[in-house]
């Protein structure tokens, strides 16, 4: 089973279990957060398709809140000896999917 999730302006194809690191979200570690799936197929059963869905919501846990890599931005014009040079860490979130709930939220992990 497997989803595809919308947070932070990005959309993440996300699976039960995975870990990922999103844009900041205002929630404490260790606690459980609610996304929207824009698209969600779930497990088949035995001898049958696969459930799918257009909406679906998938549960994740916080692990911790931390930011990312340092990114450098240089502005430079050329013949006018211009240099700017400045960056930014940006903050972000790791978050462990635990379920996906296709359609009418029948659970599936």
Request: include cysteine.
């Amino acid at each position: 089973m497997y989803a595809i999730i919308e947070t932070g302006g990005r959309q993440y194809w996300v699976q039960p279990g995975e870990t990922l690191r999103v844009e900041k979200l205002s929630a404490e570690p260790g606690k459980e957060i609610s996304l929207t799936a824009l698209w969600a197929v779930g497990d088949a059963e035995a001898g049958s398709e696969p459930e799918i869905g257009l909406k679906g919501t998938v549960t994740a846990e916080v692990v911790k809140n931390l930011r990312g890599p340092k990114l450098i931005v240089f502005k430079r014009r050329t013949k006018k000896a211009y240099k700017k040079m400045h960056g930014h860490r940006q903050d972000l979130t790791e978050i462990r999917i635990k379920s996906i709930a296709v359609g009418d939220g029948a659970r599936c992990a």
